[in-house]
Protein backbone atom coordinates (compact mmCIF):
# COMPACT_ATOMS: atom_id res chain seq x y z
CA UNK A 1 0.00 0.00 0.00
CA UNK A 2 2.53 1.69 0.68
CA UNK A 3 3.79 4.41 -2.41
CA UNK A 4 6.75 6.24 -3.59
CA UNK A 5 6.15 10.34 -3.53
CA UNK A 6 6.90 11.54 -7.27
CA UNK A 7 10.25 13.28 -5.67
CA UNK A 8 11.53 11.15 -3.43
CA UNK A 9 15.05 10.58 -5.36
CA UNK A 10 15.85 14.00 -5.16
CA UNK A 11 15.13 14.23 -1.54
CA UNK A 12 16.77 10.95 -0.81
CA UNK A 13 20.09 12.69 -2.57
CA UNK A 14 19.52 15.53 -0.42
CA UNK A 15 19.92 13.63 2.56
CA UNK A 16 18.49 12.50 5.97
CA UNK A 17 19.48 15.77 7.83
CA UNK A 18 17.21 18.03 5.07
CA UNK A 19 14.80 15.82 4.87
CA UNK A 20 13.86 16.20 8.50
CA UNK A 21 14.16 20.16 9.13
CA UNK A 22 12.06 21.17 5.55
CA UNK A 23 9.54 18.10 5.75
CA UNK A 24 9.94 16.87 9.34
CA UNK A 25 10.42 19.81 11.42
CA UNK A 26 8.98 22.78 9.43
CA UNK A 27 5.87 21.20 6.98
CA UNK A 28 4.72 18.68 9.86
CA UNK A 29 5.86 20.07 13.28
CA UNK A 30 5.37 23.64 12.92
CA UNK A 31 1.68 23.61 12.16
CA UNK A 32 1.52 20.71 15.06
CA UNK A 33 3.01 23.18 17.26
CA UNK A 34 0.79 25.46 16.58
CA UNK A 35 -2.79 23.53 16.81
CA UNK A 36 -0.32 22.93 20.01
CA UNK A 37 -0.55 26.42 21.37
CA UNK A 38 -4.08 27.20 20.44
CA UNK A 39 -4.85 24.30 22.23
CA UNK A 40 -2.80 25.29 25.31
CA UNK A 41 -4.76 28.60 25.36
CA UNK A 42 -7.51 26.26 26.88
CA UNK A 43 -5.77 23.78 28.49
CA UNK A 44 -2.28 25.13 29.78
CA UNK A 45 -2.96 28.76 30.45
CA UNK A 46 -2.95 29.15 34.36
CA UNK A 47 -6.07 30.77 36.17
CA UNK A 48 -6.29 34.40 35.71
CA UNK A 49 -3.56 34.97 32.88
CA UNK A 50 -4.62 36.69 30.08
CA UNK A 51 -4.38 35.21 25.96
CA UNK A 52 -1.31 37.84 25.92
CA UNK A 53 0.44 37.32 29.17
CA UNK A 54 0.45 33.30 28.27
CA UNK A 55 1.51 33.95 24.39
CA UNK A 56 4.29 36.14 26.01
CA UNK A 57 5.92 33.84 28.72
CA UNK A 58 8.73 32.21 28.04
CA UNK A 59 7.33 28.70 29.02
CA UNK A 60 4.94 29.03 26.23
CA UNK A 61 7.98 29.60 23.65
CA UNK A 62 10.27 26.94 24.93
CA UNK A 63 6.88 24.34 24.44
CA UNK A 64 6.40 25.51 21.23
CA UNK A 65 9.79 24.60 20.15
CA UNK A 66 10.14 21.56 21.62
CA UNK A 67 6.29 20.55 20.25
CA UNK A 68 7.73 22.00 16.48
CA UNK A 69 11.29 20.07 16.76
CA UNK A 70 10.60 16.94 18.34
CA UNK A 71 7.27 15.83 16.97
CA UNK A 72 8.45 16.80 13.68
CA UNK A 73 12.08 14.76 13.93
CA UNK A 74 9.82 11.59 14.55
CA UNK A 75 6.64 12.04 12.08
CA UNK A 76 10.03 13.03 9.84
CA UNK A 77 12.41 9.79 10.73
CA UNK A 78 9.11 7.43 10.47
CA UNK A 79 8.08 8.77 7.18
CA UNK A 80 11.92 8.92 5.34
CA UNK A 81 12.01 4.83 6.97
CA UNK A 82 8.81 4.14 5.26
CA UNK A 83 9.54 5.93 1.77
CA UNK A 84 13.02 4.28 1.33
CA UNK A 85 11.28 0.53 2.01
CA UNK A 86 8.40 1.70 -0.63
CA UNK A 87 11.41 2.74 -2.82
CA UNK A 88 13.62 -0.16 -2.32
CA UNK A 89 10.17 -2.38 -2.92
CA UNK A 90 9.74 -0.14 -6.01
CA UNK A 91 13.43 -0.95 -7.23
CA UNK A 92 13.34 -4.27 -6.78
CA UNK A 93 10.28 -5.26 -8.63
CA UNK A 94 11.73 -3.34 -11.55
CA UNK A 95 15.11 -5.67 -11.07
CA UNK A 96 12.95 -8.54 -12.03
Do not use: C
Amino acid sequence: MNTVPPNWAEKRKRGLGRYLLIDGIVFTGGPFAVVMQIIGVFVLREEGQSIGQYFTAPLTWLTFLLHGILFGTIVGYIKWRRNEAAFAASNGDQGS
